[in-house]
């Protein structure tokens, strides 16, 4: 009766192990799955994240998981762009050019604001040098200030920047 229990008892212990394992992988979230998650969360950042629904980040990335650094306009910025550019880029014809502003966005590596301190510039995903001016609250981006900092997104760490960088 003894031995029944114990045995009852390891196989209760061992399919709770495997059903927690299982939790654990689907909780796993890809970098780009965690960056939209993090722009939906915030209300600032909804032009962006609606934009970034016409891309599909992941592959922009190579496909793989990796660190990356997101620029990411706040809506004022978008407001500010001149004449038809939003409309120009939420239009579904031009997912080439949505696509080319979008990398000027992504630097590779998750970096927060002070990594950027002491740099004279950065490569952005699509290689266009974004160089690095001020510091402290004054640290700005290729002419773009950064207004939040560090936002962690998992494997991703975003910058909500005053302007849109376009190529």
Known sequence: MTRSIWTRIMIL???????QMGCKATKTLSSATQMMNLLGGNANLSTLQS??????LGSM???KDVPFTLLAPSN???KNLPGDV???LTNPGNADQLQKVLSNHIIPGKM????????DALSSLDGKSLPI???GDDLM????KIIGKNMDAGNGMVQMIDKVLLP
Do not use: H, Q, Y
């Open 13 to 19: 212990v061992a399919l709770l192990s495997f059903s």
């Open 51 to 56: 934009l970034m629904k016409g891309v599909d």
């Open 61 to 63: 990335l190579g496909g």
């Open 76 to 78: 004022d910025a978008f």
């Open 86 to 88: 939003l409309t120009s």
């Open 112 to 119: 927060s604001a002070s990594d950027f301190v002491g740099k």
């Open 133 to 135: 001016t001020g510091s």
């Open 141 to 144: 981006i290729d002419g773009a």
